[in-house]
């Protein structure tokens, strides 16, 4: 800007502002509404942002001025230890126990983030938050839902007052974007409190990663908190249940005898660790707490409240209870921060002291079975489109292997489901991925002979239809932790392999028992990928993947696709695995060139007819295919929870109480036998409340059908395709599962 | 306060309908805009009389997001009353009775009361759902219908003391076993006072005193 119109401006400016004060306090003068001294919000808003009923006292309490003073003091201190970029490892005690006191507001963005690790995670992935943000407004199926909660969320602060305000934006796109991230989750309410939270500390990119860190960080796994039938929660309210039962017998007898429920009332505290259910004040100092100890915080604290209160709920009939514990505790605690957090670690040495501190261990169904990343965009979810049924051609269905000779299955009538488990070609040029994106596969260069039907998700009470998430999708980051994790069951000797033939499931739960045993407590948040990593950390199975849907009604179509390794690639066994990376978050590395060029295929595809299946209750289905003589080394695995019934309208297509399960399956060594099939001893097992079923497939099939009738656990029928063949494709809701099995080998 | 009857009820339907606001409407009389979006369940209560008795209704709200389903269906159990709600101005909401309502069916006893309920009957400008497709939609499964308004608290107090009058029918008629607490149906303590009476929410200020070690 040249000096002359630099003048001219601030002639204008200064001209503007005379004029101002000429005009004085008139109607029509404008006056910003924050200047306006009448307004009332700055009287009855609080330190943290909070919008009261009514006006604030003018002064600051004898207490609360001393404990301002402290803090300042505080803050000193913690400005210079934040200076630090190794303190919490150099001094991990004196970083916690500052933290106890309470982290001084008006650093705490700055330590969460330590905490989160956030920094880590932004570096390693630059832009990405971006592109979600990006892709997320244009298909994220869950906007609607976050629209009606964003509206619903903190509204009482003057952040999120404002309707579409700044930080009201921030909020609706860090949750888009993160159900793109992780689509197996999606969006859970009790997601868009937290995403608010971190959103008063930080900005929106940080509040992202903050969160992301929050659901799949190894000390957070909030993850299995919101997933589709809240396992975690139900093991934390269980664990629960146990420390009330040995510490507080005679509360919970009273409870029990009110019918007070622990689900009732720990739902909020261990969804958003005790946001809205303690003063927030509290909340922020638990938070503080939370964020570097974890999961043990949430038990502690719902231990320690019970504790603190409980002559007083021992006192009250079973409404006021639940308002005491509902409406009462959030307004006032009764107890000030200090003394609640001396409670909180004296309640978490108790626990400690009587083994009762840590709630057990994790179930497989708490962790993300799908990468994370951006997912390829739907080719037909343009952004009309989202609530709109899609146009049938546009699954594609056919998987990318476009070189393979059509198989028995892909001329059949239903071309449903088909799986691919597939080598990536050996070579040295394997396309190079964005960090963190999962790129969209290449597609094939002749479409599939049938057009498949559309797959459609009906997300229940919203009525989105959405498009089925369509794409295989490669999962470099998986498939290298699968290499390091099978080369040190290698060198740790054979045993799971007997394991994985006796139930994949049960192998992995068990495989998975044993890698936390070994692997002890961690400090820390992030991804999981920068620090102490190990090969096969806790978020992903390794050789028998199993995914587990989110929304059990639709099962949409989620195709995978992998690569596996071929005999003479990666460093022999026994040599130390490379470190492994967290899941699609790292560019592949490009195989050495030296490597056997084999490619190994199979092909798995399993087609449910789901009739019923809502009565008969069905839990999970795995199909896991053990080794077998064609090439599938290890075992494939695939999992399903609550299979859902038929289309509405449509007659059932399976007896009641039954479900029958189609599969067909091909895998082989790409030179030995191109149009190579499942091997004999493939495997179907089928699991559900309770009971479980495992079949071998008669023969390797192009087709083979199993009905189970889940009540009695019968096994109905199994058998070839030639024998029992489909029933016509427009009665049956399809539901194709698809099956990752990585480590695919020649033989 | 000692009751005669005491009714459970649950307030089901898709998410943002108003099923938060009618129950404060209900319980506070007051409305709140921005209610804080409910997870899990939350509970209310109020005394109101039919038929010259006191009867207690204790409401247990709950969370509309389709994940919430397997916990909120453990709730329909115990429940004498369902107010089934919807939003005119949202016709998807409406559409969606259907499989609210055969969760309820399923998961609830086959004497339970349903009351189907259009809510923001306010927002007469921006109406999606004819009134006469609920009434239709409530004669077809034999429940009652009712528009009501949450914000303006028209039909409000109706739509619940009609639900407790139907209940209460029933009552007379011996089709509820009233000594079955599962029918969501308890009877007064006879002799009342003891356990409900110094310790009304709004009592509780004065227990800070006693609040322990």
Redesign the interface.
């Known amino acids: 800007m040249s000096s002359l119109e630099a003048e001219a401006r601030e002639d204008r400016e200064r001209a503007a502002i005379v004029a101002r004060y000429d005009r004085g306090h008139a109607p029509g003068a404008a006056i910003d509404a924050w200047e306006d001294p009448k307004l009332e919000i700055y009287h009855v808003t609080d330190r943290y942002g909070f919008i009261h009923d009514s006006r604030l006292p003018d002064s600051l309490s004898v207490q609360e001025k001393k404990q301002h003073a402290h803090e300042m003091e505080r803050v000193k201190k913690w400005l210079d230890m934040l200076k630090d970029p190794d303190y919490e490892r150099r001094h991990e005690q004196k970083w916690a126990s500052r933290i106890y006191k309470g982290i001084p507001q008006r650093v705490r963005g700055q330590a969460w983030l330590r905490l989160l690790r956030v920094e880590q995670q932004l570096q390693r992935h630059p832009g990405l938050y971006d592109k979600l943000r990006h892709e997320a407004r244009l298909w994220s199926p869950d906007a609607r839902q976050i629209d009606l909660d964003v509206n619903r969320t903190f509204r009482d602060h003057t952040m999120f007052r404002e309707r579409y305000g700044i930080k009201q934006q921030a909020l609706f796109h860090v949750l888009v974007a993160y159900s793109l991230y992780n689509s197996e989750l999606g969006y859970c309410q009790g997601m868009s409190q937290i995403a608010a939270l971190l959103l008063m500390f930080m900005d929106e990119e940080q509040a992202f990663w903050a969160l992301s860190v929050l659901m799949t960080g190894e000390l957070y796994r909030m993850h299995g908190l919101f997933i589709h039938g809240f396992p975690k929660l139900l093991r934390l309210q269980a664990h629960h249940d146990k420390i009330m039962k040995k510490y507080l017998p005679k509360l919970k007898k009273h409870l029990d005898k009110h019918g007070i429920d622990t689900s009732i009332y720990t739902l909020k505290w261990f969804f958003q660790c005790f946001l809205d259910r303690v003063p927030f004040p509290l909340a922020l100092r638990l938070w503080d707490a939370y964020l570097l100890e974890g999961e043990v915080v949430l038990t502690a604290g719902a231990y320690m409240i019970m504790r603190m209160h409980r002559k007083t709920l021992l006192r009250l009939p079973m409404e006021d209870i639940l308002d005491f514990l509902q409406a009462r505790l959030p307004r006032d605690f009764l107890y000030d921060e200090d003394t609640a957090i001396h409670e909180l670690t004296r309640c978490m040495s108790e626990l400690r002291s009587g083994k009762l501190d840590r709630a057990g261990q994790p179930t497989d169904v708490e962790l993300p079975r799908r990468p994370l990343g951006l997912p390829p965009r739907p080719a037909r979810a343009a952004p009309a489109t989202a609530t709109a049924p899609a146009p049938a051609n546009a699954v594609p269905l056919a998987d990318a292997d476009s070189d393979s000779s059509p198989t028995a299955e892909q001329a059949s009538p239903p071309p449903a489901t088909r799986v691919s488990i597939r080598s990536r070609p050996s070579s040295p040029t394997a396309p190079a991925t964005p960090v963190g994106i999962i790129p969209a596969p290449v597609p094939p260069p002749s479409p599939p002979p049938a057009s498949p039907p559309p797959l459609l998700r009906s997300d229940g009470a919203n009525g989105v239809v959405r498009p089925a998430d369509p794409l295989p999708w490669s999962t470099d980051g998986m498939y290298r932790r699968a290499e390091a994790e099978q080369r040190a069951r290698r060198a740790a000797g054979s045993a799971r392999h007997k394991s994985a033939e006796a139930g994949a499931g049960d192998g992995w739960a068990a495989s998975v028992e044993r890698r936390r045993r070994s692997e002890g407590r961690h400090s820390g948040g992030g991804d999981g990928g920068d620090r102490r990593v190990r090969p096969g950390t806790w978020y992903r199975q390794d050789s028998s993947i199993s995914y587990r849907y989110s929304d059990p009604t639709t099962l949409a179509c989620y195709h995978y696709q992998s690569s596996s390794s071929s005999r003479g690639s990666g460093p022999p066994p026994g040599r130390r695995a490379p470190p492994a990376s967290p899941l699609g978050t790292e560019p592949p590395r490009p195989r050495a060139a030296a490597a056997s060029s084999a490619h190994v295929r199979a092909r798995l595809s399993v087609c449910l007819c789901a009739a019923h299946a809502r009565h008969a209750g069905v839990d999970s289905v795995w199909a896991p295919v053990t080794p077998a003589s064609n090439g599938l080394r290890r075992p494939g695995h695939l999992s399903l929870t609550q299979l859902s019934g038929d289309e509405p309208g449509s007659p059932p297509t399976s007896p009641p109480g039954t479900v029958s399960i189609y599969v067909s399956g091909s895998g082989g060594s790409g030179r030995r036998s191109p149009s190579g099939s499942l091997g004999s001893s493939s495997r179907l097992s089928l699991r559900w409340s309770g009971s479980s079923v495992t079949s071998s497939l008669e023969r390797s099939g192009p087709r083979s059908r199993v009905s189970v009738s889940p009540a009695g656990a019968t096994l109905v029928t199994i058998g070839p395709a030639g024998t029992d063949s489909p029933p016509p494709a427009r009665r049956v809701r399809r539901v194709p599962i698809l099956l990752e099995a990585s480590g695919v080998e020649l033989r | 306060m000692s009751y005669a009857y005491l009714f459970k009820y649950i307030i089901i339907g ?3 309908v108003g099923k938060s606001c009618l129950l404060l409407q209900f319980t506070d009389k007051r409305f709140q805009p ?4 409910t ?5 209310g ?1 109020r005394m109101i009389t039919i038929d010259g008795k006191q009867v207690k209704l ?1 409401i247990w709200d709950t ?9 909120t269906r ?1 709730y329909y159990r115990g429940a004498a009353g369902a107010l089934l709600v919807y939003d005119i101005t949202r016709r ?2 409406f ?2 009775l ?2 609210w309502l055969e969760d309820a069916r399923q998961h609830s006893n086959s004497n339970m009361v349903i009351m189907l309920i259009g809510n923001k009957s306010d927002l007469e400008s921006r109406r999606d759902v004819k009134r006469e497709e609920g009434e239709a939609f409530a004669r077809e499964h034999g429940l009652i219908f009712m528009e009501t308004s949450a914000k303006t608290a028209a039909n409000v107090e109706e739509a619940f003391i009609n639900t407790a009058k139907e209940i209460y029918e029933k009552i007379q008629e011996g089709v509820f076993d009233i000594n079955n607490e599962a029918n969501g149906i308890k009877l007064g303590p006879q002799h009342s006072p003891a ?2 009476g110094g ?3 709004g009592g ?1 200020g004065g ?2 005193g ?3 070690c």
């Open positions: 898709d998410t943002g921005v209610h804080d979006l997870i899990g369940v939350e509970f209560a204790q969370a509309g997001q389709e994940a919430f389903r397997s916990i453990s998807d909401t559409n969606h259907t499989t356990a409900a310790m009304a929410a509780l227990s800070q006693g609040g322990c």
